[in-house]
């Protein structure tokens, strides 16, 4: 059996050696905030955090977590970044499909923690391995803006 704390809790399960995380997330946890799209640590869809620190889960192990504090989407806005980064995602209206907000709000968060008031070169270099096959990228921009600003 497999210790493992995800958003503050600890659980235990059975899993395989290797594993990558995102499936102990998603398919033995039922943790589905966390998207699959690339699998090869390409796209950013699968973004957690590990120690406050973005991880792709599709290629993270589940074993390099053990004895680390794992936060996901479902966990992000119990912190205080991820309160406020939420709801200017919701204030800036800046979903479309939405398959690739949950990665985007973790690195945007792990950004606006590092550097609370990024400029737009900082977040695009934050931001540019998270994809949105919609485009919203300015909205993206807007909304980490938003949260900056908020915070003078
Ligand atoms: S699914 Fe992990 S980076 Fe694309
Ligand atoms: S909102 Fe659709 S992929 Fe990003």
């Not at 540019?128 to 990228?137: F, K």
């Amino acid at each position: 059996m497999t210790e493992l704390t995800i958003n503050g809790l600890k659980v235990t399960v059975e899993i395989p050696d290797g594993i990558p995380l995102l499936w102990v997330l998603r398919d033995y946890l039922h943790l589905t905030g966390t998207k699959y799209g690339c699998g090869s640590g390409f796209c950013g869809s699968c973004t957690v955090h590990v120690d406050g620190e973005p991880q792709r889960s599709c290629i993270y192990s589940a074993s390099n977590a053990i004895g680390r504090e794992i936060t996901t989407i479902e966990g992000i806005g119990q912190t205080p970044m991820g309160e406020k980064v939420q709801k200017a995602w919701t204030e800036q209206n800046v979903h479309q499909c939405g398959y690739c907000q949950s990665g985007q709000i973790m690195s945007a968060v792990a950004l606006l923690n590092d550097n609370p008031n990024p400029s737009d070169d900082a977040i695009d270099e934050a931001m540019s391995d998270n994809l949105c096959r919609c485009g919203v990228y300015n909205r993206i921009r807007n909304a980490i803006h938003s949260v900056g600003e908020s915070s003078q």
